[in-house]
């Protein structure tokens, strides 16, 4: 049985910093892609950081700077390093794994609030 831990996130103030674990429990990381997503109150969920089979990653624009997202192999986790917070990052973080066409293993979502 496939299952994504999610650890990390809270309260910080604008500015600052956290980082959001990943660990995969029943599947490899290395062989999937994995991305962090976001869902604003009332809002449809959005990707925020993806990293694909190869190492590659993609942003969205309005992290790209000041998010990074990472994997261990060796650890079977994938991190998100968030910077430079803003209130507007405010929202629930989830991870998911899978391919890119159907990432179908989501972690159970945590909130992130980013006071000003």
């Known amino acids: 049985q496939v299952q994504l831990v999610e650890s990390g996130g809270g309260l910080v103030q604008a500015g600052g910093y956290l980082r959001r674990s990943c660990t995969g429990l029943?599947?490899?990381?290395?062989?999937?892609?994995v991305g962090w997503y976001r869902q604003f109150l009332g809002k449809q969920r959005e990707l925020v950081a993806l990293?694909?089979?190869?190492?590659?990653?993609n942003y969205a624009d309005s992290v790209k700077g000041r998010f990074t997202i990472s994997r261990d192999n060796a650890k079977n986790t994938v991190y998100l390093q968030m910077n430079s917070l803003k209130p507007e990052d405010t929202a629930v973080y989830y991870c998911a794994a899978g391919t890119l066409g159907n990432m179908a293993y989501w972690g159970k979502g945590t909130q992130v609030t980013v006071s000003s």
């Open positions: 029943g599947m490899s990381f290395s062989r999937n892609a």
């Open positions: 990293i694909t089979l190869d190492g590659s990653t």
